[in-house]
């Protein structure tokens, strides 16, 4: 890849990192808040067992966001290593070495695999 395009890249991953960070501390300031609403002097009342069933799903979907969101922060930090550490085999496979394409880096910038590679992954898993 030419240095441009290495360069827009890193934006792009940077820009990235920066939303799901972000995405993560609104996960955990949502979370704070639920700690400290249920240490109040309404907590003496107790909820009817559909609104605990209710707040009880709201976490446990709050939490598999911000599992997913990990994830991606966790890609995002490994293409940036790879990126750094070594420049030259940037955006090639991993699997077949084929150049992965800057349209694809600039679409979804933490990709490792070509879309061919990609499709048998995912073929193989589903089977």
Sequence with gaps: MKKKELEHIEKRLLQERDKARRALGLFD??????????DSNLSAYTDHM?????????????????TKEGRYLYRLQEALRRLHSDPKNFGKCHTCGADLG?????????????IDCKRKEEEESAA
């Design 50 to 66: 559909a609104d605990q069933g209710t707040e009880a799903m709201e976490r446990e979907k709050a939490a598999l966001f911000a």
């Design 102 to 114: 800057f349209e694809r880096l600039d679409a979804l910038p933490h990709a490792r695999y070509c």
């Design 29 to 38: 300031e949502m979370a704070k808040a639920d700690r400290e609403s249920g």
